[in-house]
């Protein structure tokens, strides 16, 4: 993907250089244009350096500069997938909801047709005033899309709204709004479940698992970013930032995730189950936390309700259904015989042996499918890992369906 990032003068500036590392490290050619008060908080060769890439705009002490001669606002608009303006002041919000072009960055800014992003940093007053209200609701009305800043301690002393969203998140929703659609995904609806389930045994303990959610959450961004429309259903603790456009149901135990599922499923057009549920649960909860008694104590585990194969059962016609298998042994063979009980399109088995394929590892997918196992995905970072499922999924769906676009 190319980025443009555009950076204005705010002292968040310096977490842009993190932003375009980030994005530069995952493959992407990021450009970055800086306004004049920008390059008085970044230079422009940390960011040259950092992206391997021309840095464009203005520098406080030579003046605005030009990479080379030609048209540069026309070519640089039309070398964008996405321009992303992070941190945007009032100033450049105004600016641009106005179609003023005084500079590279807001002359680019109407000369794109790429998606825009804004990340807007600034002192809460200013994030409240009419004027800036206003102007982000006309730039939301062009089609622009926009970060809300985070409620902090601000470089002004001030605490309130207005501080620069996380960068992970502005990198997240870069991803979101800038990558390739799939046209067998674009516009789909989708459920994803995620996370381990929580069965309680009284207001402090619980029975879980080893999930972390991560791959279930990677699957819903790659999804995402295919251009579906995710649902995300999720257990455990979430993700550490807001992930963009996914505002995932939060639920506990394996019934409420049941709960929230079978109430989203007839609308959708798939689901990928990557929720590690809970098989049992204590057939009771105590209200109070229970007092531990003499001797060997037991405890009575009755069954959770499996999720998959209950709206496998309430499948319509023209819906999928994709589920994952994390199997200590016999992988394929347990996989498959998953695939044919739970009547799934395909499942991504997973060897979790010597506890692979738990938190931050790098990992291995094989899908099986009625044709038997399909070759194998990775060993990829979870994140790299999803995209891939989700390109083997859409390259499938679409050789399924020819017909539909
Ligand atoms: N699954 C589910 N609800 C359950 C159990 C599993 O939706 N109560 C889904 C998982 O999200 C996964 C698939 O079913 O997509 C297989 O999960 P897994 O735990 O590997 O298999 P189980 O069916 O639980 O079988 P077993 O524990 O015997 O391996």
Redesign the pocket.
Known sequence: MRILLGITGGIAAYKAAEVARLLTRQGHAVRCVLTEAGARFITPLTLASLTGQPVFGANPDLGEWRANPVVEHIDLARWADLVAVAPATADILGKTANGLATDLLSTLLLATRAPVLWAPAMNTAMWSHPAVRANVARLKSFGHSLIEPVEGLLACGEEGGGKLAEVEAIVDAILALGSPRHPALEGKKVLV?AGPTREDLDPVRTLTNRSTGAMGIEMARALRNAGAEVHLVLGGDGPAFPLYGLAPTRVRS?AEMLAACEKLWPAMDGLV?????A?QRPETCSAEKVKKGEGPERLTLVR??????TLSDAKRPGQWLL?????SEGHLE?AAA?LTR?RLDA?LANDVADGQGFGDQANTLTPVTAEGPQPALGPLPKDELAQAAVAWWAHRLAALSPSQP
């Open positions: 479940t394996a189950a990557a929720a590690a549920v098989d959770t309700p499996d999720i998959l194969a589920g994952f298998a994390a199997e347990n998953k739970k499942i």
